[in-house]
């Protein structure tokens, strides 16, 4: 399958270690010939693997700034979470018009698309009993995770576009009404937390194209930013605190409403609650806030400041915003009266393990619990998979060999060792002069000493 | 090269141990996972797997869970010995369960479990007898393989 993955490898500066592979939430990594690699099919594009590797050798595919020249008109479309990388004494106006000064004939903020997706978000849980719980969507590598590694469950997942979706698509059209240009001559440039965001562009889920033009990483332009932070344009700031506070962990389900509701950040906390549901537990929760990052897109890969601090930051703004007018009195404003926000399609994807045919992956499994049964068992990595059980299973389709677990290897050298020293000790007949001084001719006892104890196998 | 026309695991339950509850039915939903079997499929299997587990842990002491995986059909065996079911025809009913206040107060003891196994599993069967213990057999069909 033809996939854009955002999360790649800089060979150069891999050394093959075994960082990346162990924090991996979907065992997509393995290293071979002394380098990562990233199985296609497995990876979420989560960026744990960015966040674990010291050498820097993971890095987010994005796009540049250089390319606002492909388009007639352009627009910036921060995250929520970017209002957490300043001061907070830095409010929305100068951030905004900072961003503009970048070279954007526009900003409009995600927060806006959140607010619509909040409401679409809180009617879709009321109107939809069943099953329980129902999980937002808004995290695509939470998507993609449930996707691959529990693709019983997509059925719970809330299949509306994200506010980046919404926000992009609704700000297209009313760009090109506005300068009577085409719906494509418009540039839509997303600033994103995270890489997961970036694939959600390239590859969106459902195959459907994006709305969205190009993606950038805050990372890039933070300094540029930083130096533009004159001007005060207000009236950039069209979100109020409910969209801006999705940001961090907590924002969504406080703007949604939905009472009943489970928060969990952190990609392998995520997967501890899936694994629940999957159980059937947790089915008298409605609503499950679940972001890949600890923090939520606060704590993204491509955003710059502390997590921690970041998320203070995003409160600290939320709470000392000018109350806006309604939601629906500002959509009036812009000449809309209500945005329907679009469905999503959300295939399960789940990974081939073993094998297709039951037959062949029911022997397959029989060989990985025996080799399980000659391993260690102490996950080390060094054979490049993150643990043992994995290496089994790479053996049994085939991708490795049992001596690539350093111990296996340390027996197999040590049974030749003890073959070579004993072949050692093997005297060639004609030399053999044991057994010599009874009978004269000392040829027959010559060839019956062949046998001495030196039992050499071969 | 010798094809493996089943594939079994066994696996042995402590009555109240709540740190490892849980466990066995995750080895079984792992496994049924990496031998491909359909996403819902796995997921009924689990769900049962998971009820008679804690029912094994909440009602009786030690118990042993087995799964047998043939080409037709996955079966899931949970056996106790535990204190058996007095009264089979009630705890089959929603809501039903004798569970005491503090395992309740855990979030069990809704009496929802066997109803749940019922709903999830396409054969259910159960034999029990008082003082003696309990066995419970869960069978899920594989779909006809399309190939
Ligand atoms: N293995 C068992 N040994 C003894 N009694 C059992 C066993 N399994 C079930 N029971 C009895 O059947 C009743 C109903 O079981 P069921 O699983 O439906 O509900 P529960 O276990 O009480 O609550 P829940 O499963 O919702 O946590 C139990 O309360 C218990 O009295
Ligand atoms: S939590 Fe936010 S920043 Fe992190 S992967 Fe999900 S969407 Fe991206
Ligand atoms: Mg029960």
Known sequence: MDYFHSVRLDREKCKGCVNCIKRCPVEAIRVRHGKAEIMEDRCIDCGECIRACPNHAKYAERDTIHDLTDFAYTVALPAPSLYGQFRD??????????????????????????????????EYVENNRNPRPLISSACPAVVRLIQVRFPSLVDHVIPLESPMQVTASLVRRLKAKETGLGLREIGIFFFSPCPAKVTAVKSPVGGLRSEVDRVLGLTDLYGDLLRNMRQERPCLARADGSGIGWGSSGGEQAASGIENSLIVDGIHNVISVLEEIELGRLGDIDFIEAQACPGGCVGGILNVNNRFVAGVCLQH????????????ERLRQLGLEQVEVPSIVVEPRPIVRLDRDLKK???KLQHVNELMERFPGLDCGSCGAPTCRALAEDIAVGKATETDCIFKLRERIMGLALDTYNLAQVVPPAMDTRGINKVGGGKKGAADTSGTDSGAKT | MIIANSYDVTLSVAGHDFVTAGEAASQIKRTLETLNLPPKLVRRASICAYEAEMNIIIHACRGQMGLRVTEDKVAIVAHDEGPGIANLDRAMEEGYSTASEEIREMG????????????????LSIKTK???GTRVEIIIYLPTSEG
């Open chain 2, 108 to 123: 069990f003891g809704a009496g929802m479990g066997l109803p749940n196994m019922k709903k999830c599993a396409d054969k």
């Open chain 2, 130 to 132: 008082v003082n003696e």
């Open chain 1, 317 to 328: 703004l939320v709470r000392d915003l000018p109350k806006s007018s309604s939601l629906a």
């Open chain 1, 361 to 363: 992956a029911m022997q």
């Open chain 1, 89 to 122: 004494n830095v409010g929305p106006g100068r951030v905004l018009a900072a961003i503009r000064s970048l070279g954007f004939d526009d900003v409009w903020e995600v927060a806006f698309g959140a607010e619509i997706v909040s409401q679409a978000t809180r």
